[in-house]
């Protein structure tokens, strides 16, 4: 294998060499002392993959809301879903988004464990206190 030299970067050395970045991340790793696996970017041996890791819970509601505690998990997937989500709600409750539209984008569908309710239901849970209207629906 040949040697990095300290201040070169990973695409100078992987061009130098006619190698991958990930062949160069592995040497390096390697070199080191660390897991190849780990190296490269992976869960080490005995750890949870990030997509497999629960790395925030968003709570919508209060304890009596329809819209319980969302689970999110690693990934980008459920950041962008999350946030559609909050969008969608934060428009229903101002009465930018109709209810027709949340209910054909979000009713019955389970998202972060939690099945999500109809318009009607979210409104109703609005206008009794259990959504706090003034945090998303501002």
């Known amino acids: ?37 780990v190296a490269l970017g992976h869960a080490g041996p005995g ?9 925030r819970v968003i709570d919508l509601g209060g304890p009596d809301s329809p819209i319980g505690p969302i689970r999110l ?22 009465g930018d988004l109709a209810p027709a539209s949340w209910d054909a984008r979000w009713r019955g569908r389970t998202f972060g464990g939690q099945k999500l309710p109809s318009a009607t ?9 259990r959504i706090d209207a003034d945090r998303w629906g501002s």
Do not use: C, F, N
């Open 1 to 37: 294998m040949s040697e990095s030299r300290p201040t070169e970067s990973l695409r100078g050395e992987a061009r130098r060499r006619g190698v991958t970045l990930s062949a160069v991340r592995k040497g390096r790793g390697i070199a080191a002392g660390i897991d190849p696996r």
């Open 73 to 94: 998990r690693g990934g980008g997937k459920d950041a962008g879903r999350a946030h559609d989500l909050i969008r969608d709600l934060a428009d229903l409750l101002s």
């Open 121 to 129: 239901v979210v409104l109703a849970a609005a206008q009794a206190g």
């Open 47 to 55: 750890e949870v993959p990030l997509s497999r890791r629960e790395r």
